[in-house]
């Protein structure tokens, strides 16, 4: 069975904090990304990456920051944690074979910033 | 103009019912097309590609319009299980040679006993 992890469901940080958001994939997708999910706005891609080492920008990267050390796992960095970054953070993984491949999710992490 | 656009709903129907989704996209360099499900505190997953032929699966038919770049899902036989967000989901292959996926807002459909 497929899968992708998030190493929290619920975070809650406080304002100027530093945060790791983990996202492991089994599949050995080339392709991860990092989305979040804000009520009336729908998801948006903060950053993606297509391999080991590389990033790409998404539509909102800004306030954000992402490391991809190892194929499996993509880490989203928010250096210094504000108020406005409270959302559901979905990471998602894909493959590189065909554009029809499908985006496989992970189970979000909800991070609340006070 | 937003890059793929949906009506929010909510949809709320009864069961049996058939209901339909529309959909429209700006980039008319999209390359494929997708309804993904969003169940409620869950994350998204896919439901059905869509093809230039328009394709089935069961009681969900998609179709797609390339000239007028407008999608549809339609749900037959509406069951209770149906209830769920609706995403319309576009394609694009980006200058790094990867695909990055646009989302709607999605449609919100509640079947009724």
């Known amino acids: 069975d497929v899968k992708v992890t998030q190493s929290s469901r619920y975070l809650v940080k406080r304002t100027g904090e530093k945060v790791f958001l983990e996202c492991v994939q089994d599949?050995?997708?080339?392709?991860m990304f990092w989305y979040r999910q804000d009520p009336g706005l729908g998801l948006r891609l903060i950053y993606f990456s297509y391999d080991v080492k590389m990033k790409e920008k998404g539509d909102i990267p800004e306030g954000y920051s992402v490391s991809r050390e190892k194929k499996e796992r993509f880490s989203l960095i928010l250096e210094s944690a504000s108020t406005n970054q409270t959302s559901m953070y979905l990471c998602?993984?894909?493959?590189?074979?065909?554009?029809?491949?499908?985006?496989?999710f992970g189970p979000g992490t909800r991070l609340t910033v006070l | 103009r937003k890059e793929v656009e949906q009506d929010p709903g909510p949809f709320n129907v009864p069961e049996g019912a058939t209901v339909a989704f529309n959909c429209t996209y700006s980039?008319?360099?999209?390359?494929?097309f997708f309804w993904y499900r969003q169940d409620c505190r869950k994350e998204p997953k896919l439901l059905m590609s869509?093809?230039?032929s328009g394709n089935e699966d069961g009681r969900f038919t998609a179709q797609l319009n390339r000239a007028s770049q407008y999608i549809s899902l339609l749900i037959r036989d509406s069951k209770l299980s149906d209830s769920a967000t609706y995403l319309c989901v576009v394609n694009i292959r980006s200058g790094a040679g990867s695909y990055q996926l646009t989302f709607g807002k999605g449609t919100k459909l509640s079947v009724i006993p």
């Open positions: 980039n008319s360099a999209s390359q494929s």
């Open positions: 998602a993984s894909s493959s590189s074979q065909s554009s029809y491949n499908e985006q496989f």
């Open positions: 869509v093809y230039s």
């Open positions: 599949m050995d997708h080339e392709n």
